[in-house]
């Protein structure tokens, strides 16, 4: 339908470009948010470690629910901050910073 619109001003080559660097835009500003998300994430953590080298795993997700995120989306950053590098799980239950 964008596309019917769009060909009175546009021809197929000009359309194609502004579809890509839609793409390329909102690609960006998923990649930002989970930045901000990583970030967020990780100040909680470091909130509620207070020091210590490790904390449980359970803590760090009740904290970060009490602070607005879903436990889907702080299970799937920490398997992103695993993979990063960032955290690691030194025994089953419970996190630590790298």
Do not use: C, H
Not at 74 to 96: M, N, S, V
């Amino acid at each position: 339908m964008l596309r019917g619109l769009a060909m009175g001003v546009l021809d197929d080559t000009e359309f194609d470009e502004v579809m890509k660097l839609q793409r390329q835009l909102a690609t960006s500003m998923m990649d930002d948010f989970e930045m901000d998300s990583k970030i967020k994430l990780l100040t909680i953590f470091d909130e509620v470690s207070a020091k210590k080298r490790k904390i449980q795993t359970e803590k760090l997700i009740v904290e970060a629910e009490s602070q607005g995120m879903t436990e889907m989306e702080i299970t799937a950053l920490i398997e992103k901050l695993k993979r990063d590098g960032l955290i690691f799980e030194p025994q089953p239950g419970y996190l630590q910073r790298s």
